[in-house]
């Protein structure tokens, strides 16, 4: 039975792709058993440009030979219809660090990890990115993710094949087009919706070239984080031969593909407005504040803290990955007050300061799919408000629980209405999970 929805998802996936791209695959005839000669599975590194197509397509073009375990963002695993699709294909949720953090998603974050590790020993295949996120412009920037090196450096027996995604750069699936994550399911209907205007099979199609290299004899296996990443990211940002580029490294070739046979319909590129970062005065923020940050920068890169400055920058400089920037986050949030701190804010030494001083101020932004809130409406009974006996806050958490029963407790964007049924249900289970 697996194997027939296997079937019907694969195929359905790549007819409904086919109307949009044209893919070119390279270097398959270079995975060879000879080449891929380790005892372990295979992990593939891909650059990551656009949301959703890259993943797919990589995956279509090597399902055969490869069967993939991909990685997906949390608030995206949960989505209907892809939960279901990733749960069957037996992905792995990842806790997403740019809008918060916190100790449960770094914990999640170690057992994701250490999944992927015991995979690849088991001979299973993955695909991990080794920037951990959608990029931002034409070039894929690794900062000082760490994912990558970690699971290497634990699974010498893995092969490593580098997969360099060619033409997407410019799709509406990018971050080209509007500076942000795009929505899933409405780029999605925009999609559908196009096809449907150039009769499907007139639609302007998209070239992808999907470059496959098993890692060549100077690939760093041995080597930290921030050298690591540096050579993925010269490897990434070669010229890729679609357009003229300047320079050694430029990243992806821009490529707009319009939206009609009819007429020339191409997207507007989003182009940022330029942001004043708040200026702070080191003499303006207090010598405690400093000597505090600097010791926790010192125990989170061991490094003498005379040697951290100012402007150094906290990935490339510093080599921070998510999670020690997120541990810094907390740090911050926790012994200086400040309420939650986006990691993604927390970029030079100096601007860390300025934020636990309180000189910065920043807001959390929350990217959600799904904004749907008809599941809130509720038209059952109302009960009056009481407070349940016991006497500790657990008990009479669970003694209300129990007396309000299918009664309305609480609402999310995914789940809708959560009785108090469901919630006692859903924090014992967690309660356990934390033990």
Excluded at 299 to 306: G, I
Aim: aromatic fraction near 10%; glycine fraction near 6%.
């Amino acid at each position: 039975m697996s194997k027939i929805v296997e079937f019907l998802i694969y195929y359905f996936l790549k007819i409904a792709l086919m109307f949009r791209y044209r893919v070119i695959l390279k270097g398959l005839e270079n995975l060879t058993p000879e080449k891929l000669n380790k005892p372990g599975g295979v992990l593939f590194l891909p650059n990551h440009s656009a949301l959703l197509v890259d993943p797919c397509l990589l995956c279509l073009g090597v399902w055969s030979k490869f069967p993939i375990r991909p990685l997906i963002v949390e608030y995206m695993y949960f989505l209907p219809i892809v939960h279901s699709v990733m749960k069957f294909l037996n992905a792995l949720p990842v806790p997403d660090f740019e809008t918060s953090t916190n100790k449960m998603k770094r914990k999640r974050n170690e057992m994701v990890l250490h999944e992927i590790v015991k995979g690849l020993k088991r001979g299973e295949n993955f695909l991990l990115y080794p920037a951990g996120r959608l990029k931002n412009t034409a070039l894929e920037d690794l900062g000082g993710a760490s994912a990558t090196q970690e699971v290497i450096k634990n699974t010498p027996e893995a092969n490593v094949i580098l997969v360099r995604m060619k033409g997407l750069w410019g799709s509406s699936f990018s971050r080209a087009l509007t500076g942000k994550v795009p929505p899933l399911y409405g780029t999605i209907w925009n999609g559908v919706l196009i096809a449907l205007k150039n009769l499907l099979f007139f639609t302007p199609r998209r070239e992808v070239i999907i470059e496959f290299v098993p890692a060549p004899e100077d690939f760093p296996y041995q080597a930290g984080r921030r050298e690591m990443n540096r050579w993925l990211e010269n490897w990434y940002n070669q010229p890729d031969g679609l357009t003229e580029q300047e320079g050694e490294y430029p990243g992806d070739s821009l490529v707009l593909v319009s939206y009609s046979i009819w007429s020339e319909q191409l997207p507007e590129v989003y182009k940022p407005k330029e942001i004043k970062e708040e200026v702070v005065k080191l003499e303006d923020i207090k010598e405690d504040v400093q000597k505090r940050v600097l010791e926790k920068l010192t125990e989170l890169t061991e490094l003498d803290s005379s040697t951290i400055k100012p402007e150094m920058s906290l990935a490339t400089d510093l080599g921070l990955d998510s999670l020690d920037t997120s541990e810094l986050a907390a740090f911050i949030q926790d012994k200086f007050d400040t309420g939650p701190v986006p990691a993604a804010e927390l970029t030079t030494v100096k601007r860390v300061m300025g934020i636990a001083s309180k000189k910065i101020k920043v807001e959390v932004k929350v990217e959600e799919e799904q904004k749907d809130i008809s599941k809130w409406k509720y038209s059952g009974p109302r009960f009056k408000t009481q407070i349940a006996h016991g006497d500790t806050i657990p008990e009479v958490f669970l003694h209300n629980c129990e007396r309000m029963k299918n009664g309305p407790a609480c609402a999310d964007m995914r789940s809708g209405i959560l009785s108090y049924s469901r919630l006692k249900l859903a924090v014992i289970i967690m309660a356990e999970y934390i033990r």
